[in-house]
Each structure stands twice: as C-alpha cells, then as structure tokens.
C-alpha cells in the first residue's frame, strides 16, 4: 500500500481495517458455467444471474461478480473457507451502475459482528481477468481484535478438545 494511501485512511473518520482483492480468469469462468450448469444457480443470486446473463458476454460479468464475492469475503477477515457461501455476498448496481453488496445470513451477521459501517466495491476487467477489491470501513469497535481473538479462541478450542481426547484415550 502506497504512504499516501495509507495517509488518506489514517486521517478519515472512520478504521479501515479490511481489503479484500480478488483476480479471476474470465475463461476458467466461462468454462465452468458452460460444463456445470447448476454453479450458477449455487453460486449467484437471481438478481445476479439476471444481470449477467443480460450482457452481450455473460462470462465476463459472472467472472466480475465471482471477484467481487471473494474480495468480499477477504475484506471480512474470513475468506471462501469461513464457512459462509459465496451465494450470500450479492452485488448489484445501481441506476448508474455503480456496484453494491448485499450480505445475507452468516456473511450479514459478520459484518454486523465485526461493526462494520460500509463495504466500497470497486470492478473492473481486461480481455482476459476480472478484479475487483472491497474496503470494509469499521466503526468504533476494534474489529481486526475481535478477527484476532476469535481465531485464537477456536484454536485453543481445538487444542483443548484434542488434548480431552487424548486423555481419554491413554
């Protein structure tokens, strides 16, 4: 990250703590809608579906909508394996174009979890990649501490509930 970036998010008004990025190859897209017809369905939302299968090259706005799910997901701290599908990060746009999320269950109660104020959405591709980057502006709560904490509580979890079994095994 560039000092000057940096600078412009230290002196805003609100913690920027999550950035997500995400590039995604338009024909590895294109060649799994094309031989698994229910990744689709899986994977998008109707209005998303809707939306790209509209265009005069639907690969290429499924491939900018995938980016953006998991750039998404990334800026949340959690990624594709925190255990909340990729169907219920959905973008939209609005009557200008300008792109959207929407969260649904567990990838909305994260973001209420982690105080999240706003997520800003930026898309974009070339002949052959779709990108797109997602900034999570946190409000007043330290949220990266609460990522933090959680991990290593589910790790000591873990830790615990082994070592419980160990024991009653010995």
Known sequence: MSKSFQKKITNANHD????????????????????????????????????CSKKYNPAIHFATH????????????????GGIKLKNVEVLHDEHGRPTLNLYKKANDLFNELNVKKLEIS?????????ACVICIYGDKPAYSLIKSKSKQNTTDKI??????????V
């Open 66 to 81: 995938f980016a953006a799910k998991e750039a998404a997901l990334k800026a949340l701290g959690c990624g594709i394996y």
């Open 123 to 131: 898309m974009t591709f070339t002949a052959d990649e779709a990108v």
């Open 16 to 51: 920027t703590e999550g950035f997500g990025l995400d590039v995604v190859k338009i024909a590895r897209v294109r060649q799994i809608v094309d031989r698994t017809p229910s990744f689709v369905s899986k994977v998008f939302t109707d209005a998303e579906i809707e939306y």
């Open 160 to 169: 615990m509930k082994a070592f419980k079994q160990i024991k009653g095994n």
